[in-house]
Nanobody, 123 residues
Framework: QVHLVESGGGLVQAGGSLRLSCAAS????????MGWFRQAPGKEREVVAA????????YYTDSVKGRFTISRDNAKNTVYLQMNSLKPEDTAVYFC????????????????WGQGTQVTVSS
């Protein structure tokens, strides 16, 4: 059973930055693709960023390109999401997830999910 725990969310003003972390309790972390997702009230969960097992391939949804960066430290079983130039529309609960595949960008492809961390961006 994989256990994912997100941290780093909070309240920030527009233009500010946050760094989310997701720690995974799995021995073979480097065998899994990782993704960050978000869900705003009344909206469907959407992919924000994804990274391949080795970290060599990444994906970003258009709205965060140039502002967000996904990274991973396989030695620490942790994936990160650096969020810069935050906007009020980035407000959502952010989830990390793990997929038993090289990389995936669809919610339904992911196997394990964290509990989420709230990010609120004030204008």
């Amino acid at each position: 059973q994989v256990h994912l725990v997100e941290s780093g969310g909070g309240l920030v003003q527009a233009g500010g930055s946050l760094r989310l972390s997701c720690a995974a309790s799995v021995r073979t972390f480097s065998s899994y693709g990782m993704g960050w997702f978000r869900q705003a009230p009344g909206k469907e969960r959407e992919v924000v960023a994804a990274m391949s097992r080795s970290g060599t391939s990444t994906y970003y949804t258009d709205s965060v390109k140039g502002r967000f960066t996904i990274s991973r430290d396989n030695a620490k079983n942790t994936v990160y999401l650096q969020m810069n130039s935050l906007k009020p529309e980035d407000t959502a609960v952010y989830f990390c997830a793990e997929v038993d595949a090289r990389i995936a960008t669809v919610v339904s492809e992911y196997d394990y999910w964290g509990q989420g961390t709230q990010v609120t961006v004030s204008s």
